[in-house]
């Protein structure tokens, strides 16, 4: 009776450390709002330099120039998923070609709460002022 009772802590309690350890990441990926200030949005005027559609996130590179000239490199996070922007109509191919670099942008996005040049992309906007991409573009 004993052997089967420390049979089952021998397979039980392996198991829920196991699940456990699996489930970390889980919560330590979902950190936007914790990351980002999105009630304090800021608007920049940029040049895109590099765009990233990989999981989990995309990310976009830009640069921004003040008027003492001076360049900040930023960077973006896209929240939706690839695949979601791809079942909305936002597929690879058509990010690539939008956000090539060169491309001047004008972004609103959620600043980091660390004050690096870096946020949660909220809008994008092309240098004729006209949308290129939407934080709920996957919801559309």
């Not at 489930?23 to 800021?42: C, L, R, W």
């Not at 990233?52 to 929240?79: C, R």
């Not at 058509?94 to 004008?106: M, P």
């Amino acid at each position: 009776m004993r052997n089967q009772w420390m049979n089952k802590i021998f397979r039980v309690v392996p198991s829920a450390v196991g699940l456990l350890l699996l489930s970390v990441p889980m919560f330590a990926h979902h950190g936007t709002n914790i990351s980002y200030d999105q009630k304090n949005p800021v608007t920049l005027k940029g040049v895109m330099t590099d765009f990233n559609y990989k999981n989990p996130h995309p990310q976009l590179f830009f640069d921004v120039t003040d008027a003492s000239g001076q360049v900040t490199h930023w960077a973006g996070e896209v929240a939706p998923t690839p695949f979601t922007l791809s079942q909305n109509g936002w597929g690879k191919a058509r990010s690539l070609e939008a956000l090539k670099a060169g491309t001047k942008i004008t972004i609103t996005l959620g600043p980091s709460r660390a004050g690096t040049p870096i946020g949660v992309v909220m809008k994008i906007f092309n240098e004729k002022g006209e949308e290129i991409l939407d934080q709920r573009a996957g919801e559309q």
